[in-house]
């Protein structure tokens, strides 16, 4: 802008002379100069100088010493003469110049500042100049003329110019001038003026950007600029800047309602200089965009909040009061207004995290940018969410805030479009109970008619409108802060969008003269901002209310305003007294604007507040006497003429109310529309409801046949179901349909409809009752009829939603029970889909109907079906129910912790159950394991309406089972007033959870203490809790006595509690005496709590979630249950049958892989007992054999006790694991442990048995052994012996020779030698022996018949025939006498047990005697204890000692025959003689051999591979086909009908079903354990008779054992390499040896072929070894040859000497062989050791022989019918005394057989005993039974179909 000019000014300073030695000056000043001069060469001394100074005026001098000096005070531009004269003692040298000291110019000559036409420069003073002698002159040059000239005194410092011209160069100079008029050279300085601002600066603004505007500064437009535009805000904080050439500009990015400071300003190009700034200030717009931008909820604009995303369970933040973020803010405060909690106003914010952002220096450009306000008034975030909200969220917002009393929006405004909404769909749903003068009144705020009380401002006032308004509506013992004023938090801070908003509240009376405030009712409206701001608003309160209360305090500034309002309400003017006015002054101004007020109210400073408010309650109490009414309602008719919209005005609400206008338009008489409309729910459902439970629990049986009573009962619920059809759809019920099938939107908009009209229309109707029951209360015995009646009018007259749905589900289930037209089921199939959808949509469903008290299972089924499809594969839920007393808050408490509202009918209680699904955020998913929470909420138990029934009991059981069975955590609600019906309700509840546990399910429960406010109530309560817990173990060994499960003792062993984090306990809901009470803090936030400790439960808990339709599956089998009484033995499940049925299988598994493994271990060693055996008779050692057998004993017991371990270790990863469902199967685990206990017992017994045996045997056998090696070893010294003397001979020997001196040597040495043959055992009479020790306890009459017995070879030729039996008692006489029919039927059944026995045993001596081995008297012991088991598997029959004699005796008899006729066998093949005779030629060939000298090494190999390693190895290949025939049968396809006890019966019933064959039918009942064998057996010859399977079993071990056996020649050929020369050992006998020796554990050595085939072997080991490898491949080809020449696999398997595969086949699916009581049906229970017995399917009593005395008809009973009937029983086990079948256990109490209320369940028996009734008849020689029609109208299909639901299996899956 400025510059100064450089100049030179030194002084130029005259010397006389320029020579050395003369004066030079150093430093020249305005008032001293500085000189030197030179010194003379020749003077060596100190010289002394004269100094002499002179001018015009003076002269001066001074002597010195020095060559310097320094002349001071000397006067500014004067000119002086200096003279230096050296004085010296001989001379005098001088020394002369001139000088003239300077005049300084000023210094920092400069420009300041200026602008267009001023400039301002400054300077510095000079130095050293007195300034009194001194003055400065400016001059000013343009164009290099000269414009001004100032001088200034000395004084001065600074100037300013004016009068310039605006963008002009300069240039100023400034002189000292002294008074002599002398001048300093001057300073010079360029500078420019400023160009002009711009003018006219003006702007238009927006939210978010500004336009300027301004005029051009030059009327020279040659001049080259720009403009240049900068704005800041309010803290002078830069936010941008711009250069432009235009005369306007567009600034974006700003922060709404934010004042900015504008400054433009003109910039020159050529100079870079700007003008001064045109300066503008302006405060930025506010629009709902950019609040809903702070608030993140900018999308929502559009796409609306709904109360489904609201309600999603969120992951719980810290935040739980304070808010770090404005968009945290909305959702803060919605989780709290959910949950009713009336803080949600009061959330602070805090900006913590953005301080720590910029601390961060984190740069954001997004709307973020924005949260460093200290907060947003919530007043902005309830109208920014209510723009946001959809109407359905809307209507939730506005009930839960007038819960909490908080005021509620009556007209929204829109800050964007200056309109307002009149929200009145948003108030339909708030209803309101008060007592007026006109007695008690409940109904819809929006359509209830009241005076309303308008509240208004204009211009500031001193008092807060807001404040004195809740004291207003405010009792001194009741004060709440009902709106928002500026005192409260988040209240003073200044509004954005919310201004214009008008809020509504009401207050209610509750009928108390005292405490009320108002004796009526009266709705206040309070407008939010100056009236003249919001013209319509103030007019639509001046339309609507009685009286408008205007605070003003300037009334002289508004004066004109006021003027002109017409108001046609009552006009109340409220003023504040300050100091500045007065009372006086205040009427004469209300005067002058002649305002028509009905009064004024003043407030000085002498009035406090509570004078003020009771002054205000005065007026209006005075205004409400005589006031105009009008509902909200009436009032959308006045808005839209003032421009107004009406929410409820849109096109989808108003089409939605049509549609339920035409439903609930017509209905005056509820009980009368609800039996014209919804037939089928009434009197038929509640029959249908009956008749089901009946059939279930046979009460009215009596003497009937009880199958054909069920078959009467399934026949009248068909014709209930035919009446339910005759009822045509009515025309509600289509409307309803047509109304459900709409759009979405439309849809809820109808069903809420709906619900307000229903509720509307029911509270009239029940006013009206309850007003006549009031009457007729009165003088209750003249009119009890009349009093009854009233009372089922009001129980009937509840109408809801609920009820079109439930019609809904009978019409969809009376229809698809039987067919109609395909068009009218296509309508009904959609509606499941729809309920689904509306589930999904946050509605609930109703799942008991608390009418009928029944389930529509079908309907229920299918919604599942429909909700799963909609959702999988996320559709994992977890289950929370609510149980307690009526009216305790269960509902209230629900809807408090998750947000919700489930339907409650008005006007009473909610009955039955109620579903409602809650989705889980995705970020929430993966810590609760679910995607949906289901909420129950149940009817309250010892409902006063049921308390009258008999049945009231069994009902809240019924309920309360369900539930709790559905649940994963059950909520007991206790309130502790009333501590009667407490225990009632825990009793019911204990029995819920005894219940569960026992069929699998351990529920977690959590006890909610209601009404409890102490604040020290945990500490306090302790000692109650262990109180409580002692009170429910009482309660749970009352239940488990009365369930018949008296093994519980203590609750704890139920269900899973802990006394301290099970028990909650909540305050009070109401924070006073409602009406006007806001719901509790205390409770919200206790409530809060309790819902975090429920998620933490389902986060901690390792039982998976369950999918919608395994949560169908628990609903229908637990109220299948629910509907016996016995449940815990009628409850079947089909997930606990599938998760059963698991691990049964997968116990099975380990099962075999465990014995699997045994079998291996026996096999080897007892191959090397046998082995061990040959090898003594070598060593002699006869103690080695005795060793060997105590060293495998350990061994077994090491082994057992490793595999039990890894047994029980799988059993316990199993019940450990994440397996679904395995918590289902807990109680079993017990079972399977024992299991697998039992499992180590018998197979160690076993093991140990066959140990012993194999050594007995093999001792046994030793003697001949030796015999037979001494015979061998004589022989071969004869046969050397006779070839050295043969060899010694002249001539050569023949081969007829040498064939005679053989001959000759072998007679010599047989008869040489006499050849002791075995002696033979007398079988039969160490039998006898053993016989009679075995009975010899058991009486007097068994001794008799073992002493007249003929001896066992000669008994037991005839069929066994059981003896008749004597009873002693005289009961047992009496039965006998009177009852032939039982004694004879009796005598049948043991006759056929004893048959049975006898073939089991058969089958096992036939086992024992295959074997080629030598009698063993434990072969009788183990018989006898074999016969033992199986007679004690019948114990229930008590067979006498004399019929349990006869058959041992008769089984011992043939037992005798067999074991002596192996005996003999055995000694005939053992035969020393015989044995060597046996191999004869063997013996002449090694002779000759030996004699020629021939090396015959291959041929004695070959001849040893198949007399020696052949045998071995097939015996090898034997012993290892069965396992392995067993792990083939348990794969693939074929391996599921083997898998467990269950899946075999299904299959062997389906094979019956499918053979269609008496006979068949016939031998399964009769013989089941001969037919399951002979089925078992002939499965598997079928399976591996095709394709080879048994030769590749074959081939596989025959590969195997051919490698051992190279391996093994290879390493006895290493061996045989070591040997040396022809020692002793160098033998080929001692080679072969060697290779048995290797495989001493699987192979067999044959030793009498062996020493036969190789004693006079000579041949070299090493040759013999190459020539044994060819043969073992000869043998390899020829037996894999002969494995597929014989194919006939029924001989192979048959030929299996041990470890048969149809035996272990049959162990694993029969398992306890245990049969029904009552049918006979086998045992399904998984293992052998489980607890209790069960079988799926039982049949008619008559397929078990079972026939009625007197008619000698069978009997088509079924047990699973009878024991849930009232019917009778007798047998030998009740001593003949009848007992009602439901006590069955008291007899049999390991039996568990499940009631069946299904007449399907049973189809398969009913349609095999109808079929073959007359068969059956006469097999058993009886006459047919008396079978129900309906049986026979049962197909072989359904037959089918019921075996498949039966066993939890269908006919898609692809092995059935």
Not at 1716 to 1731: D, T
Request: charged residues 25%; contains cysteine; hydrophobic residues 35%.
């Amino acid at each position: 802008m400025a510059r100064p000019l450089d100049r030179n000014t030194r002084e130029h300073v005259q010397t006389e002379e320029e020579t050395e030695g003369q004066i030079r000056f150093t430093e020249i000043c305005p008032d001293s100069v500085r000189f030197e001069w030179g010194i003379p060469d020749d003077v060596n001394v100190q010289q002394k100088y004269q100094v002499t100074w002179n001018n015009e005026e003076r002269q001066v001098s001074k002597k010195i010493y020095a060559n310097h000096f320094e002349i001071k005070n000397l006067s500014p531009g004067t000119s002086y003469t200096i003279t230096v004269v050296a004085i010296e003692d001989n001379c005098k040298t001088s020394f002369s110049a001139s000088v003239c000291t300077v005049i300084t110019a000023p210094e920092n000559f400069e420009y300041v500042s200026g602008d267009a036409t001023i400039a301002r420069l400054r300077w510095s003073r000079p130095q050293k100049l007195d300034p009194s002698l001194y003055k400065f002159q400016v001059i000013n040059y343009k164009n290099g003329e000269e414009t001004e000239s100032v001088t200034m005194k000395s004084n001065s410092n600074e100037i300013t110019l004016e009068d310039l011209l605006p963008a002009t160069e300069y240039i100023a100079t400034i002189s000292t001038v002294l008074d002599d008029e002398k001048k300093s050279e001057p300073a010079v300085l360029i500078y420019h003026t400023k160009p002009d601002p711009p003018a006219n600066l003006q702007i238009i603004t927006g939210a978010t950007s500004i336009r300027l505007k301004w005029m051009y500064p030059f009327s020279d437009v040659n001049i080259q600029h720009k403009f240049r535009v900068i704005w800041s805000d309010e803290n002078n904080i830069e936010h941008g800047t711009l250069k432009t050439k235009e005369t306007e500009t567009d600034i974006f990015g700003l922060k709404p309602g934010t004042e900015y400071f504008f400054s433009v300003c003109t910039l020159l190009e050529s100079s870079g200089i700007e003008s001064t700034p045109a300066k503008i200030t302006k405060c930025t717009n506010i629009n709902m965009e950019s609040v809903l931008m702070e608030l993140g909820l900018r999308h929502h604009l559009k796409e609306k909040l709904t109360l489904q995303h609201v309600l999603t369970l969120m992951k719980q933040s810290d935040e739980h009061k304070t808010s770090h973020s404005f968009r945290s803010l909305p959702w803060l405060f919605l989780r709290k207004l959910m949950m009713v909690n009336s803080s949600a106003r009061s959330i602070q914010f805090s900006s913590k995290c953005n301080s720590e952002k910029k601390g961060l220096n984190i740069i954001e450009t997004t709307s973020d940018d924005y949260n460093d306000q200290e907060g947003m008034n919530i007043l902005d975030l309830i109208t920014a969410l209510f723009h946001c909200s959809d109407p359905f969220l809307q209507q939730e917002m506005a009930v839960k805030m007038s819960m909490c009393q908080f005021s509620v929006p009556l007209l929204l405004p829109n800050c964007d479009t200056k309109q307002c909404s009149l929200m009145l769909w948003a108030l339909r749903d708030i209803t309101k109970q008060f007592r007026s003068q006109n007695g008690l009144e409940e109904n819809s705020i929006a359509l209830t008619d009241l005076p309303l009380i308008s509240f208004v401002r204009l211009g500031k006032s001193n008092l807060s409108k807001s404040e004195f308004l809740n004291k207003l509506l405010s009792n001194n013992q009741q004060y709440h802060d009902t709106f928002i004023h500026k005192k409260l938090a988040n209240g003073n801070i200044q509004r954005k969008v919310s201004n214009g908003l008008v809020e509504i509240s009401w207050y209610l009376p509750r009928g108390k003269r005292y405490s009320d405030i108002f004796k009526e009712p009266v709705a206040v409206a309070n407008l939010r901002g100056d009236i003249s701001a919001f013209e319509v608003q103030f007019a639509f309160l001046s339309h609507t209310s009685s009286t408008i209360f205007l605070f003003c305090d300037d009334l002289d500034s508004n004066k004109t305003f006021l003027s002109s309002l017409q108001i046609r309400s009552k006009l109340v003017l409220i003023c504040t007294i300050n100091e500045g006015t007065s009372r006086d002054h205040l009427k004469q101004s209300l005067a002058q604007m002649k305002l028509k007020t009905h009064s004024v109210i003043l407030k000085d400073r002498n009035m406090n507040d509570a004078e003020f408010v009771v002054k205000l309650q005065k007026a209006v109490g005075e205004i409400l006497k005589d006031s105009t009414k009008v509902s909200i309602e009436k009032m959308s008719n006045i808005a839209p003429d003032l421009g107004i919209i009406v929410d409820e005005n849109s096109t989808t609400c108003q089409n939605a109310k049509e549609k339920a206008d035409l439903i609930t338009k017509d209905i005056a008489n509820i009980p009368e529309f609800k039996r014209r409309e919804l037939p089928l729910q009434g009197k038929l459902w509640k029959e249908l409801s009956k008749l089901e439970k009946e059939m279930c629990r046979l009460k009215k049986v009596g003497k009937q046949n009880i199958e054909h009573y069920k078959s009467e009962l399934q026949i009248q619920i068909q014709n209930l179901r035919a009446d339910q059809r005759k009822n045509s759809m009515g025309e509600a019920i289509a409307l309803f349909i047509s109304g459900l099938c709409c759009s979405k939107n439309e849809q809820q908009y109808f069903l809420k409809w709906m619900k307000i009209n229903l509720d509307s229309l029911t509270r009239k109707h029940l006013f009206k009752l309850e007003e006549q029951y009031r009457k007729v209360s009165k003088n209750p015995t003249e009119d009890k009829e009349g009093l009854t009646d009233l009372e089922n009018q009001i129980a009937n007259s509840s109408l809801g939603v609920q009820h079109f749905l439930r019609e809904l589900s009978q019409l969809y289930e009376s229809e698809f029970v039987h067919s109609r037209s395909s068009l009218y089921k296509r309508e009904l199939k959609r509606l499941p889909q729809i309920c689904a959808k509306l589930l999904l949509n946050g509605f609930p469903l109703e799942l008991v109907d608390g009418d009928a008290s029944n389930i529509p299972l079908m309907w229920i089924r299918d919604v599942m079906m429909e909700l799963n499809n909609l959702t999988k594969p996320h559709n994992r839920i977890r289950v929370v129910t609510v149980l307690g007393v009526q009216s305790t808050g269960k509902s209230t408490l629900l809807n408090t912790m998750f947000g919700i509202q489930l339907a409650v009918s008005s006007g009473r209680c909610t009955r039955g159950a109620f579903m409602l699904l809650i989705n889980v955020s995705e970020e929430y998913k993966t810590e609760l394991c679910c995607d949906y929470l289901i909420v129950i909420d149940t009817e309250g138990l010892k409902s006063p309406e049921l308390a009258k029934l008999a049945d009231s009991y069994e009902h809240d059981n019924e309920l309360a089972t369900l539930v709790v069975g559905l649940s994963d955590i059950t909520i007991v609600n206790i309130s502790m007033e009333n501590v009667t019906e407490m225990k009632d309700t825990l009793q019911i509840v204990v029995h819920a959870f005894l219940r569960m546990k026992e069929v699998g399910k351990r529920p977690c429960c959590h006890f909610v203490h209601q009404n409890t406010a102490d604040v020290a109530v945990r500490e306090k309560t302790l000692r109650e809790r262990k109180i409580f817990l002692d009170q429910m173990d009482i309660m749970t060994q009352a239940a488990a006595k009365m369930e018949k499960r008296g093994n519980n003792k203590k609750f704890t062993d139920i269900l899973e509690y802990d006394i301290e984090k099970n028990n909650w306990y909540i305050p009070g809901l109401w924070l006073g005496t409602p009406p006007m009470a806001p719901v509790n803090t205390g409770y919200s936030d206790e409530v809060n709590n309790f819902k975090d400790g429920i998620l933490t439960v389902f986060k901690a808990t390792k039982v998976p979630a369950q999918e919608f339709m395994k949560f169908e599956e628990w609903i229908h089998s637990l109220w299948k249950a629910v509907k016996f009484e016995n449940f815990i033995f009628s409850f079947r499940n089909s997930l606990v049958a599938e998760a059963y049925s698991r691990l049964c299988a997968e116990f099975n598994t380990w099962e075999w892989t465990f014995k699997k493994h045994m079998i291996a271990w026996s096999t080897r060693s007892e191959t090397t007992i046998t082995n061990m055996s040959a090898m003594s008779v070598k060593s002699e050692d006869a103690r080695n054999i005795d060793d060997m057998l105590a060293d495998l004993k350990n061994e077994a017991t090491n082994e057992l006790d490793k595999e039990e371990k890894v047994l029980f270790d799988k059993i316990q990863q199993y019940f450990e694991s994440e397996e679904e469902h395995v918590c289902l199967v807990e109680n079993h685990k017990e079972d399977f442990l024992n299991c697998a206990r039992g499992l180590r017992r018998e197979t160690e017994q076993d093991l140990r048995n066959k140990l012993d045996n194999a050594v007995l045997i093999q001792k046994g056998i030793a003697e001949v052994l030796h015999i037979k090696q001494k015979q061998r070893d004589t022989m071969r010294k004869k046969v050397l012996k006779m070839i050295s003397v043969c060899r010694n001979k002249t001539n050569n020997l023949t081969e007829s020779e040498l064939n005679e001196e053989f001959e000759k040597l072998w007679d010599d040495t047989v008869r040489q030698y006499s050849f002791k043959a075995l002696s033979r055992q007398d079988v039969g009479k160490e039998t006898y022996q053993l016989l009679r020790k075995n009975l010899e306890m058991k009486g007097e009459a068994v001794r008799e018949i073992l002493s007249s017995s003929m001896p066992l070879d000669q008994c037991g030729t005839e069929p066994f025939l059981a003896k008749a039996e004597t009873e002693n008692g005289l009961l047992q006489k009496i039965v006998q006498y009177c009852l032939p029919e039982q004694r004879n039927r009796r005598m049948n059944l043991i006759q056929v047990i004893c048959e049975k026995i006898i073939n089991t045993s058969k089958e096992f001596i036939a086992l024992k005697t295959k074997a080629n081995s030598d009698y063993n008297s434990a072969d009788i012991h183990e018989l006898l204890f074999f016969i033992d088991k199986n007679l004690k598997a019948y114990d229930n029959l008590q067979i006498s000692p004399e019929n349990e004699a006869s058959i041992k005796i008769y089984i011992c008899s043939e037992a005798a025959r067999a074991f002596q006729q192996m005996h003999d066998n055995y000694i005939q093949s053992n035969d020393p003689w015989k044995s060597l005779e046996r191999y004869k030629l063997e013996w002449l060939a090694d002779f000759k051999d030996l004699y020629y000298q021939r090396d015959n090494c291959q041929n004695k190999a070959d001849i040893c591979v198949k007399q020696c390693l052949t045998p071995a190895v097939k015996e090898y290949i034997q012993k290892r086909l069965g396992p392995d025939i067993v792990d083939e049968m348990l794969s693939g396809e074929r391996g599921i009908s083997f898998s467990t006890r269950s899946f075999f019966q299904f299959s062997l019933l389906k094979e019956l079903l499918r053979e269609d064959d008496f006979r068949y039918i016939f031998k399964y009942i009769d013989n089941y354990e001969e037919f399951v064998t002979l089925w078992i057996s002939e499965k598997i010859i079928g399976h591996f008779s095709k394709g080879g399977g048994l030769s590749k079993l074959e081939m596989k071990h025959l590969k195997i054992i051919t490698k051992k056996l190279k391996e093994a020649v290879e390493g006895a050929q290493r061996v045989a390499n070591n040997w040396k020369g022809n020692g002793e050992d160098a033998n080929i006998c001692n080679f072969v040896n060697n290779v048995f020796k290797n495989l001493n554990k699987e192979l067999v050595i044959p030793t009498d072929a062996l020493n036969a085939t190789l004693v006079l072997n000579n041949s070299n080991p090493a040759e013999f070894a190459d020539c044994l490898k060819p043969s073992i491949d000869k043998m390899f080809f020829s037996i894999e040859d002969e494995f597929r020449r014989h194919g006939d696999v029924r001989a192979k398997i048959a030929s299996l000497p041990f470890n048969m595969p149809q035996v272990e086949l049959f162990s694993r699916v029969f398992g306890c062989g245990k049969r029904c009581p009552f049918c006979s049906a086998p045992c399904e229970a998984g293992g052998k050791k489980h607890m209790e017995h069960y079988a799926s399917v039982h049949r008619p009593q008559g397929i078990g022989r079972y026939r009625w005395i007197e008619s000698e008809m069978l009997i088509p009973d079924i047990c699973s019918s009878l024991v849930a009937s009232e019917k009778t029983f007798r047998c030998k086990d009740t001593g003949y005394q009848f007992y009602p079948f439901k006590e069955y256990r008291k007899f049999y109490p390991d039996w568990k057989i499940q009631s069946d209320a299904s007449i399907e369940a049973t189809d398969f028996w009913k349609y095999i005993f109808a079929r073959y009734n007359t068969k059956f008849a006469e097999k058993y020689n009886a006459k047919p039974a008396n079978v129900p029609v309906s049986w026979h109208k049962i197909s072989a299909s359904q037959a089918k179909r019921s075996l498949e639901g039966t066993f939890g299996l269908r006919s898609q899956s692809k092995y059935y």
